[in-house]
């Protein structure tokens, strides 16, 4: 049996997080949240780098049923994790928790840290968000707890009927999972899950934030996106993150700007000249055409005319695999095969290093195109891959 891996709708999420809710705690929640995990079209790597990404958010959601207590305290349970996770917010900083709650206090801390109160609760998580397979679990889970944070009655809190609000709930969720969690996030997995709009990619401007909604509807034109779950996980990614960062900071001081984003593809070369080693060469290559092809595919889509996007998506493969290096041989096998099997154009997507593959196709091929890539992991002797369509959907709410 192929492994597909299903959106639960509104329904069932939030009966889901209910459910585990009562399982857990005496009571009624206030009410229910959710957040959607993302995938980025192109644009990998450049959100660091004050660039351009275009993600959309996933039909696939974390929800949270929530109830504020006023205690000082956090209690959380997941469906995916063993036990209750308690903390005391007052305890909460840089370092000082540990396990999957830390992304849901680490925004309750942000948003404290910003002026905002938050002051205690008891909540249940449940997802249908693939963990850890690029598409951003992490996200959609400090997005959803934002944006509850955000409604409940009687403590401040941006407004996240706003897009200045929501904006805020993008720089908490990001800090969260930074500084309290640990881990490095560029800031598009945030601003996908809390800013996009469904029917539409999100053209996110990662050097002043601002954003342009790209109507976005492949069923219009005959196409589908299959995501393909190679399910690999690499040791060292996040090592692997911080140095490519580092990097691309570094390249940036010796080039005298502020971001890499200030490199024009007219200024490439003059560029590479000047940088000290093949590999920063390598690495600001990769970025500065990977901005470039995120135009390109902004103004294609602009002009009606995705079908002729597969070759950007090819070439954004391939400079991730060549100059970035952050690809794998779950990743190549899976977008040689999908391209093998009719895709229009293929690429990872998300950090690398394993988690997922996203490929255009025909409507109507996913069957076909799944076969193949299953078929090709079977022959190269990996796992078996999980897979899911991608469609445009809507923001944390
Ligand atoms: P990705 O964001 O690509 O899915 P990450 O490693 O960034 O992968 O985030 C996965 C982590 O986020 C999990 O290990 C867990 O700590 C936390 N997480 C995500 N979703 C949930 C959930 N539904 N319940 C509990 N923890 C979650
Ligand atoms: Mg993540």
Same mark, same amino acid.
């Given at each position: ?199 539409? +990619? $999100? ?5 002043? &934030? ?7 509807? @492949?069923? %219009? #034109? /005959? ?119 009719? +895709? $229009? ?5 998300? &950090? ?7 490929? @255009?196709? %025909? #409507? /109507? ?33």
């Amino acid at each position: 049996m192929r492994a597909t891996v299903h959106a639960w709708t509104e329904d069932e999420g939030a009966a889901q997080a209910r459910q585990t809710f009562a399982g857990t705690f005496i009571g009624e929640p206030d009410g229910v949240w959710s957040a959607p995990g993302r995938v980025n079209l192109i644009g990998e790597h450049t959100d660091y780098n004050g660039g351009l990404c275009l993600p959309i958010a996933l039909p696939h959601r974390t929800y949270v049923a929530l109830r504020r207590t006023d205690d000082g305290a956090a209690r959380l349970v997941s469906e995916r994790e063993p036990g209750v996770w308690s903390a005391e917010l007052d305890a909460v900083a840089p370092g000082a928790v540990q396990g999957w709650g830390a992304y849901p206090v680490g925004v309750a801390w942000a948003l404290e840290q910003a002026g905002h109160r938050v002051g205690g609760f008891d909540a249940a998580v449940a997802s249908c968000v693939p963990y850890g397979s690029g598409l951003s679990s992490s996200a959609a889970l400090e997005c959803a707890f934002a944006v509850a944070f955000a409604d409940a009655p009687g403590w401040t809190g941006p407004d996240a009927g706003t897009d200045s609000g929501r904006v805020e709930l993008v720089d908490a969720s990001i800090r969260a999972e930074n500084e309290i969690a640990g881990a490095n996030t560029g800031g598009m997995d945030q601003a996908a899950s809390l800013r996009a709009r469904e029917g539409h +990619a $999100l053209l996110l401007d990662c050097r002043d &934030g601002s954003v342009r909604h790209i109507p976005f509807d @492949l069923t %219009e #034109a /005959g196409l589908e996106l299959l995501v393909i779950d190679t399910k690999a996980e690499h040791s060292l990614v996040d090592g692997q993150y911080a140095q490519r960062r580092a990097t691309c900071e570094a390249a940036a001081e010796t080039l005298e700007v502020p971001t890499l984003r200030e490199i024009s593809p007219d200024r490439l070369d003059g560029a590479l000249a000047a940088l000290p080693d093949e590999e920063s060469r390598k690495r600001v290559r990769h970025v500065v055409t990977e901005i470039e092809r995120v135009q390109q595919f902004v103004a294609l889509l602009d002009a009606g005319r995705v079908h002729e996007v597969g070759h950007l998506m090819d070439a954004s493969h391939a400079s991730l695999a060549e100059d970035y290096e952050v690809s794998c041989a779950e990743l190549d096998v899976a977008v040689t095969a999908a391209r093998s099997a009719g +895709a $229009l154009g293929a690429r990872m997507t998300g &950090g690398g290093f394993g988690g997922s593959a996203i490929a @255009l196709i %025909e #409507a /109507g091929t996913g069957e076909a195109v799944s076969a193949t890539v299953e078929q090709a992991f079977a022959d190269a002797g990996f796992g078996a891959p999980a897979f899911l369509t991608a469609t445009a959907a809507g923001p944390a709410h």
